[in-house]
């Protein structure tokens, strides 16, 4: 079994930075595509960017693209998003998740969740 587990949530003006973790504990997850959704009440869980386990390959919403960096570091079974020029519509819950086989973008096919981490951006 493997839990991710997301930090670096946070309050943040429009325009700001954040970074957001997601370690995993158990089995290594060297063998899953690691990938970050975001919620808003009321909405369906969004893709926001995936990158697959070996860290060759890295895809993003086009709402982020050029905003947001997903990165991984194997050797600390942690991945990572750099969020920069955040706006209101950042504003979510973030998940981070663990995915094996199927489209990346579809929240079914991610085999493992974290429990989220708050984002607040102020305008």
């Known amino acids: 079994q493997v839990q991710p587990v997301e930090s670096g949530g946070g309050l943040v003006q429009a325009g700001g930075s954040l970074r957001l973790s997601c370690a995993a504990s158990g089995r290594t997850f060297n063998n899953y595509d690691m990938g970050w959704f975001r919620q808003t009440p009321g909405k369906e869980r969004e893709f926001v960017a995936v990158i697959t386990w070996r860290g060759g390959s890295t895809y993003y919403a086009d709402s982020v693209k050029g905003r947001f960096t997903i990165s991984r570091d194997n050797a600390k079974n942690t991945v990572y998003l750099q969020m920069n020029s955040l706006d209101s519509e950042d504003t979510a819950v973030y998940y981070c998740?663990?995915?094996?086989?199927?489209?990346?973008?579809?929240?079914?096919?991610?085999?493992?969740w974290g429990r989220g981490t708050q984002v607040t951006v102020s305008s």
């Open positions: 998740a663990l995915r094996s086989a199927g489209g990346y973008c579809y929240s079914a096919n991610y085999d493992y």
